[in-house]
């Protein structure tokens, strides 16, 4: 901590705003559920993505070291999260005329993992220490499963392996729910041999409707593949310990992911488990909530189709508390666009102009503001509204902001260092007209080169004149 000022994270667990101590000071450990890699990421997705990234940023601005997990769900994952449907992996291979292989299943999978590294690196997020592939951690979750049954916490039918969540005490402790409520309306597929509605799966066998799967793994109930929530906890215990810090997610894995990975890791451990969680709210569109099931989504590359910097996003996002709804528009994204340009061009500007004017009151008092707007639950919209009084102030120098709001980009991550005046690409018509300008400046015919600077700003572009020569700017 930095000045001894407290990070204060909400905590899903508890329903409050809680100091962050760590298990360890040495390396905090941090799981985030990645994707199922069965599609292109919305928008939506990567607003968790770009909350995560805040946190770790943050984390790491206070002096932890953190160890960050991602996994990449590449089988197991039911069209419900509540165990009924078909694996959406073998969905997308259906919707994208593949063979019904493997090797389809792992083609797919390979091409939506990289999309969604691409959108990582186009909207600036930190990479993960590790991405841990579910394919690659089958043993792991077999000897999960096997503890929880030697536990007496799960039971086995013809088809699975079910978590009894009648034997877990503490069922639904995250979300608040009521398990007699949610018996008595469980819209859950049938079946004769679950002892409660809310079982759930910790393994499939490959028998009935899950005869025919895909991928299949030999275990001690015969071949079968992993249930979606076993998978995150093996994951996350490999790679973090049975004990961690921070698990993170949207608030649509409260009720049924999140609930049934603690229930079952606890059970397998006998403790409690992950100390802290996190999840941001939705991004919804004036419509309602995006979802994949619909086929109607946007995805950052339509964004960026429409000619849209993906930074404009990340800055979109951050203009809302992650624990706060989101509503997307056009509208609003073109404001945080507008935004981040006047930021760049000041920055800019700063850079061209590199004045020395300390303060060093004034200086320390805007890091302590900055620092308590992160600290605080990671309050970006304050932080961001620190950031222009930074740019405004007439206090201090160019080189001092400068200092400043690269300091404070650590966290916010908008790429203030890599901030550069554009370079203008103009067609061959600007520039023959600027050929035809410099001779009638030449000829000093002054009335013929004001006319032909009016026609290239009717074109978008203003003409700076310097002892190098025309600079052109877009207007």
């Not at 600036?124 to 000897?143: D, G, Q, R, S, V």
């Not at 993170?248 to 403790?271: F, L, R, S």
């Not at 996190?278 to 995006?290: A, Q, R, S, T, Y």
């Not at 995805?299 to 709804?325: E, I, M, W």
Request: with cysteine; proline share 3%.
């Amino acid at each position: 901590m930095i000045n001894n000022m407290k990070l204060k994270l909400s905590n899903t667990l508890s329903r409050n705003k809680e100091e962050f101590k760590p298990i360890r000071k040495e390396e905090i450990g941090m799981y985030c559920c990645g994707p199922t890699v069965y599609n292109y990421a919305h928008i939506g997705n990567l607003r968790a993505y770009i909350f995560e990234d805040i946190l770790r940023r943050t984390l790491e601005f206070n002096r932890f070291k953190v160890k960050h997990i991602i996994n990449i769900t590449d089988v197991g994952h039911l069209t419900s999260d509540a165990d009924s449907g078909e694996d959406k992996m073998v969905k997308a291979i259906r919707r994208e005329g593949l063979d019904f292989t493997e090797e389809s299943m792992l083609k797919l999978a390979k091409k939506y993992t990289l999309k969604f590294k691409e959108n990582f690196k186009d909207l600036n997020i930190l990479e993960p220490n590790i991405w841990c592939k579910a394919t690659e951690h089958i043993p792991e979750m077999i000897k999960l499963v096997e503890k929880i049954l030697e536990n007496g916490f799960a039971y086995e039918t013809s088809t699975a392996i079910y978590f009894d969540i009648s034997k877990f005490k503490d069922y639904g402790k995250l979300a608040k729910l009521n398990i007699e409520q949610l018996e008595a309306g469980a819209r859950i597929e049938p079946d004769p041999e679950k002892h409660n509605p809310l079982d759930f799966a910790l393994w499939f066998k490959a028998a009935g409707k899950h005869q025919n799967h895909v991928m299949q793994w030999d275990s001690p109930w015969g071949k079968g593949f992993p249930g979606w929530h076993i998978e995150c906890s093996a994951m996350s215990m490999k790679h973090l310990g049975e004990q961690f810090d921070i698990h993170c997610g949207g608030i649509d894995h409260i009720p049924v992911h999140h609930t049934n990975e603690i229930a079952q890791a606890e059970a397998a451990i006998g403790k409690k488990w992950v100390n802290y969680w996190l999840h941001n709210d939705f991004l919804v569109m004036k419509e309602g909530k995006m979802a994949k099931s619909k086929g109607e989504f946007l995805t950052l590359q339509v964004l960026k189709d429409k000619g849209y910097n993906p930074l404009s996003y990340r800055y979109f996002c951050l203009g809302a508390h992650y624990k706060t709804q989101l509503t997307f528009s056009f509208e609003a994204l073109d404001g945080a666009e507008s935004a981040l340009k006047r930021l760049k061009e000041n920055v800019v500007s700063f850079k061209e102009n590199n004045d020395s004017v300390s303060n060093k009151k004034i200086e320390e008092e805007y890091k302590k503001r900055f620092l308590e707007a992160i600290n605080n639950d990671l309050n970006t919209p304050l932080a961001l509204a620190v950031v222009w009084e930074v740019v405004k102030d007439k206090e201090i120098g160019n080189n001092e902001k400068l200092k400043l709001l690269c300091d404070f980009d650590k966290v916010l991550g908008l790429g203030i260092k890599t901030f550069e005046k554009e370079k203008v690409v103009v067609s061959g018509i600007i520039d023959e007209l600027l050929k035809k300008r410099d001779d009638a400046r030449k000829n000093k015919d002054w009335s013929k080169a004001d006319k032909i600077r009016d026609e290239i700003k009717e074109k978008g572009f203003a003409i700076k004149d310097t002892p190098e020569g025309p600079v052109l700017e877009k207007i």
